[in-house]
T-cell receptor, first 110, second 114 residues
Framework: GNSVTQMEGPVTLSEEAFLTINCTYT??????LFWYVQYPGEGLQLLLK?????DKGSNKGFEATYRKETTSFHLEKGSVQVSDSAVYFC?????????FGQGTRLTINP | NAGVTQTPKFQVLKTGQSMTLQCAQD?????MYWYRQDPGMGLRLIYY???????DKGEVPNGYNVSRLNKREFSLRLESAAPSQTSVYFC?????????????FGPGTRLLVL
């Protein structure tokens, strides 16, 4: 079945640092890939997604590129802000169900 | 639009008690889902409803039942709560049951079973 493996957290950075959160997946066929973000005390919300190989999803300065050759969908941001502190989930969806990684807690210090 | 709403926000139960978690969406979505979130494990699908009138098991259905009451509402019932069901429960919805569709999540219900 499908599975998603995320970079272990927690991750702590200073404001304006470069961010990478690694995500790799295993799947039969070509799944759609997502990054969801969960701010403290809230539900998950979609950050970005890509539905086919080489697609790049982007939103709020975050980017991730669907890499079929390395089965990866790493999340990047060039300059993080304190307001980016949250838990980030990578997810994969094959024919049906959405499968989540374990989540990466990100803390940005001023 | 309120999006996806869940009640209650927080609940404490004793082992063996029953309760129903309520979920409603006002986006006219066809598909609805129940997940549980446990530390270090991401979200796991409990049950889903691809369309009104249908429900199916997800990854961790044991100990739960669901009802798709109408297009808007999808409830999750614990008949006899166990400490292993202590978790945060999220309801979600999507326009249709299709690869690539965005799911929209409620704020969650935190459940503690003693």
């Amino acid at each position: 079945g499908n599975s998603v493996t995320q970079m272990e957290g927690p991750v702590t950075l200073s404001e304006e640092a470069f961010l990478t959160i690694n995500c790799t997946y295993t799947a039969t066929g070509y799944p759609s890939l997502f990054w969801y973000v969960q701010y403290p005390g809230e539900g998950l919300q979609l950050l970005l997604k890509a539905t086919k190989a080489d697609d790049k999803g982007s939103n709020k300065g975050f980017e991730a590129t669907y890499r079929k050759e390395t089965t990866s969908f790493h999340l990047e941001k060039g300059s993080v802000q304190v307001s980016d502190s949250a838990v980030y989930f990578c997810a994969s969806q094959g024919a049906q169900k959405l499968v989540f990684g374990q989540g990466t807690r990100l803390t940005i210090n001023p | 639009n309120a999006g996806v709403t869940q009640t209650p926000k927080f609940q404490v139960l004793k082992t063996g008690q029953s309760m129903t978690l309520q979920c409603a969406q006002d986006m006219n979505h066809n598909s609805m889902y129940w997940y549980r979130q446990d530390p270090g494990m991401g979200l796991r699908l409990i049950y889903y409803s691809a369309s009104e009138g249908t429900t199916d098991k997800g990854e961790v259905p044991n100990g739960y039942n669901v009802s798709r009451l109408n297009k808007r509402e999808f409830s999750l019932r614990l008949e006899s709560a166990a400490p292993s069901q202590t978790s945060v429960y999220f309801c979600a919805s999507s326009e249709i049951w299709l690869r690539g569709e965005t799911q929209y999540f409620g704020p969650g219900t935190r459940l503690l079973v003693l």
